[in-house]
């Protein structure tokens, strides 16, 4: 099993930066296929951005691509998400989920969920 923790979520004008990062707690990080996701007032969660165990493997939604960047360092259990070029489209709540799989391999469906980290991006 493992906790996680988003942190780094703040307001910031378009066309700016912001780095996300997730802190994760228990064992076998390495293990974990991890993703990050966002929600938007009024609107369904989207898939944003996936890395696979070793982050060998990377994926984005058509939304970010280009302009996100997902890494991981397990030595330190963290995930991240660069956001350059911020849009008021990526406002959201934004959150960091993992899954234990056996592969090196990016998913699209998680075990694990933070408590989200809200973005807000204004014009």
């Known amino acids: 099993q493992v906790q996680l923790v988003e942190s780094g979520g703040e307001w910031v004008q378009a066309g700016g930066s912001l780095k996300l990062t997730c802190a994760a707690s228990g064992r076998s990080f390495s293990s974990y296929a991890m993703g990050w996701f966002r929600q938007a007032p009024g609107k369904e969660r989207e898939f944003v951005a996936a890395?696979?165990?070793?982050?060998?493997?990377?994926y984005y939604a058509d939304s970010v691509n280009g302009r996100f960047t997902i890494s991981r360092d397990n030595a330190k259990n963290t995930v991240y998400l660069q956001m350059n070029s911020l849009k008021r489209e990526d406002t959201a709540v934004y959150y960091c989920?993992?899954?234990?799989?056996?592969?090196?391999?990016?998913?699209?469906?998680?075990?694990?969920w933070g408590q989200g980290t809200q973005v807000t991006v204004s014009s």
């Open positions: 890395i696979s165990r070793s982050g060998g493997s990377t």
């Open positions: 989920a993992g899954r234990w799989i056996l592969g090196e391999y990016v998913i699209y469906e998680y075990d694990y």
